[in-house]
């Protein structure tokens, strides 16, 4: 209310100060204003303040004519908007025209030279039949090596010598331990080569029945062994009277070696209060309950550094085994090159005389046409018929390597059936650190001293376990008496864990490791000390996610030195740097982002397969397999595009880096995406990287940086369309870098490229 006031008290000051100047301007002679007093009266305040003259009304014709000014306003603004619409679709279409010209000249010129650059591609990855060929030479002369030597261990390739071993050494019934474990170390070596013999050869050159045959003896020598291992336990448990300890009185026993641990407590005493029982000062062993503190048993672990429990994987191989063509030999050279000879010199002879008739002829083409020898035609023949088998030996040879590299990048099509929750599947988890074998076994027959002999009962069914729990009891309250046994086991040095290890037992009966029966794991990394409950014995094992290091963050491949590169793959949890020389790879350096850790493998130089073999048992998995796709989120490649890659990768390399690129997940499957750049010492010269995109028969320099926020395939200026990576990078490389990648060890180049094939780094990053 008082602000109304205000507002009409203002109001009227207004109106008495418009009437006092309409005053003074009348004395002044402006008679014209006329305006009263009374002409300013107040009107009545409501919400705001009215006008007193109406609203002057427009008429029709004016009406008409603001709608029209406004329709010609309007139809002025949309023909501007389609001229500029128009404008920008033409200078559209001309970029696009432009960039179309461009593009199919590069495509002229990319086809114009295709042929020249697959044939220069072709003799540049001849190395890798080279690098084959060497390998076969040396599998052989390292079985004429073996036979040479004579040092009475068998060649696990033949059959015959391998059954002769195994059946004497089955005869061999009264073997201590030690001497067990040192046999041991022959056995598993015969393993190996069978097992590498199974992995190095091309799958096209095994045969079904040799392979049916190598791993039947690799079964037959892991089971041999095994039950080697038993009959020691048994001799040392004979003897354990006399090895007892002083305090406790009963027997303790550990026996090691690089491969086997062996922990063995004999129950002597039969204590019921002596329930915890710990081998030589350590944490490893059992808590045990009343029931076998009082019985007359055994403990034994038997730690095996190596996983014979397993199943070995099936080895694949194709379907049709390539057959070699036939070489396409005139059949009278082939028979007897004198009557080759004959028809030939009778052959020219025709053509001369009927030359004679022409008059075109001369004196130079007369010369051509004379005969050669008949010894200078033997030579030359016998060289064509050398040269052709050879020739084609070599293309049957390229094309099996071809074919065995990309069978290494091929993905399987179905998934592994798991039959119920607590089944391990073995494709998604690896197990590492060996097997844990825990027996309950029942004391045999201790020896006895009479007269300066010593006497023992030999039973004639071996040793034999003790049943925990029985498999009936007629105690209603069994859980109490047969109570779940503590395990405290130690983990081996030399495996990495990046999570909390778990615990598996392996089913007998359905011959596969399980989950259940195993519970209160509980694992202290500072001391690399795992501890559960186990409610029946048998052998037990630790197993992680085979893929817990993919997909990749990164990878780089440089070269260090000539026919030398440093691979390195970093992942969630580490960066592991690879060396490569020659036909031989080794661990570099390892870098654990939670722990730390100094492997046994670094520095120790290994050919691939068994370098890769190495890394995996270590736990430093870093090698997909047809199966890591359904368990990895990946951007996989078409394998034959992504093998071309990893070769022609391999060719450049002792020359140029390759590094990853955040555009190869975006781009299709039929395409790759990576960095490049020319890198001849240790420290590049020139850090810039070139971005480049490979599909198989196409190499192109994408105009787009890793910086570059939006993805483009426009090519970069000022660049051409190759066939292949060698002839895109040489663009820009110097004399000196193709050189030095032309001059690369074929043994070299080979082993990049396998590398490559089995880290997958441009699907599996």
């Known amino acids: 209310m008082h602000r109304v006031k205000a507002m009409r008290q203002q109001a009227a000051l207004s109106v008495e100060w418009m009437h006092e100047r309409l005053v003074s301007w009348n004395k002044k002679g402006f008679h014209n204003c006329s305006l009263r007093r009374r002409d300013f009266k107040l009107q009545p305040f409501t919400c705001g303040f009215k006008s007193d003259s109406k609203k002057k009304k427009i008429s029709k014709a004016e009406r008409l004519r603001l709608l029209q000014e406004e329709e010609e306003r309007r139809l002025r603004e949309e023909e501007e908007a389609r001229l500029k619409f128009e404008k920008e679709q033409q200078e559209r279409l001309e970029i696009e025209r432009i960039e179309r010209e461009k593009w199919f000249q590069l495509e002229e010129k990319h086809l114009e030279r295709r042929n020249q650059e697959l044939e220069e591609l072709y003799l540049l990855e001849g190395c890798f039949s080279e690098a084959e060929k060497l390998k076969r030479d040396t599998r052989s002369l390292s079985q004429w090596k073996h036979y040479t030597e004579c040092d009475g261990s068998p060649d696990p390739s033949v059959t015959q010598e391998m059954n002769t071993f195994i059946s004497l050494w089955k005869e061999e019934a009264t073997e201590t331990f030690e001497a067990v474990m040192e046999k041991s170390k022959l056995v598993l070596s015969l393993i190996e080569k069978l097992k590498l013999i199974l992995l190095e050869a091309p799958p096209c050159d095994l045969e079904s029945k040799n392979i049916i045959q190598y791993q039947r003896s690799i079964l037959q020598l892991q089971e041999l062994l095994h039950l080697k291992f038993n009959v020691a336990t048994e001799i040392l448990l004979r003897q354990a009277?006399?090895?007892?300890?002083?305090?406790?009185?009963?027997?303790?026993?550990?026996?090691?070696d690089e491969n086997v641990t062996l922990?063995?407590?004999?129950?002597?005493?039969?204590?019921?209060?002596?329930?915890?029982?710990?081998?030589?000062?350590?944490?490893?062993?059992?808590?045990?309950?009343?029931?076998?503190?009082?019985?007359?048993?055994?403990?034994?672990?038997?730690?095996?550094?190596?996983?014979?429990?397993?199943?070995?994987?099936?080895?694949?191989?194709?379907?049709?085994?390539?057959?070699?063509?036939?070489?396409e030999v005139v059949p009278e050279v082939m028979g007897n090159p004198e009557e080759a000879v004959d028809q030939k010199d009778l052959v020219d002879q025709e053509e001369s005389k009927e030359g004679e008739g022409e008059p075109g002829s001369t004196q130079e083409e007369e010369v051509k046409e004379e005969p050669r020898s008949a010894e200078e035609l033997r030579t030359s023949l016998k060289e064509e018929s050398e040269a052709v088998p050879c020739e084609l030996e070599m293309k049957l040879l390229s094309e099996t390597v071809s074919e065995a590299q990309k069978f290494l990048i091929e993905n399987a099509t179905e998934k592994p059936y798991i039959l119920d929750d607590t089944e391990v599947d073995l494709w998604q988890f690896t197990t590492l650190g060996g097997v844990y074998h825990l027996d309950v076994l029942e004391l045999p027959p201790l020896c006895k001293p009479v007269k300066g002999w010593m006497i023992v009962e030999l039973l004639k069914e071996g040793l034999q376990k003790f049943a925990y729990p029985p498999e009936t009891t007629e105690d209603m309250e069994a859980e109490n008496v047969f109570p779940p046994i503590e395990v405290s086991l130690k983990i081996h040095d030399n495996v990495v864990f990046f999570e909390d290890p778990m615990v598996v037992r392996w089913d007998d009966e359905g011959k596969r490791w399980r989950s259940n029966g195993i519970a209160n794991v509980y694992y202290r990394p500072e001391e690399r000390i795992v501890t559960f409950n186990l409610e029946a014995f048998g052998p037990v094992t630790l197993i992680q996610d085979t893929h817990i290091n993919m997909p990749y963050q990164s990878w780089e491949l440089r070269p260090l030195d000539v026919n030398r590169v440093l691979l390195t793959v970093t992942t969630v949890f580490t960066e592991l740097q690879i060396q490569i020389k020659e036909n031989l790879c080794m661990l570099a350096s390892i870098k654990l982002k939670t722990q730390e850790h100094i492997s046994a493998l670094e520095g120790k130089w290994m050919a691939p397969i068994p370098f890769i073999i190495a890394l995996k048992k270590a736990g430093l998995n870093v090698f997909p397999t047809g199966h890591s796709h359904f368990y990895v989120i990946t951007n996989n490649k078409v394998p034959l595009v992504e093998m071309k890659a990893y070769r022609q990768m391999a060719l450049l390399s002792s020359a140029f880096a390759f590094g990853w690129s955040k555009w190869n997940a975006v781009c299709n499957s039929t395409k790759v995406i990576f960095k490049v750049k020319e890198q001849l010492t240790e420290e590049p010269a020139t850090p810039d990287w070139v971005l480049l995109m490979f599909s198989g028969d196409r190499a192109q320099s994408l105009k787009i940086s890793e910086e570059s926020e939006v993805f483009s395939e426009s090519v970069k200026e000022e660049t051409q369309f190759h066939s292949t990576l060698y002839h895109m990078v040489k663009e820009f490389a110097s004399e000196e870098a193709m050189e030095r990648t032309r001059g690369a060890a074929c043994q070299f180049v080979d082993s990049v490229c396998y590398m490559l094939l089995s880290t997958r780094v441009l699907s599996y990053s």
């Open 241 to 256: 009277s006399t090895l007892a300890d002083l305090d406790s009185g009963n027997m303790e026993k550990v026996i090691q």
């Open 263 to 327: 922990y063995l407590w004999a129950n002597l005493k039969k204590n019921p209060k002596y329930k915890s029982i710990r081998f030589s000062d350590t944490q490893i062993g059992f808590e045990i309950p009343r029931i076998l503190a009082t019985s007359d048993i055994a403990l034994r672990l038997l730690h095996t550094h190596y996983d014979h429990v397993t199943p070995l994987c099936p080895v694949l191989i194709p379907a049709e085994e390539p057959v070699p063509p036939e070489p």
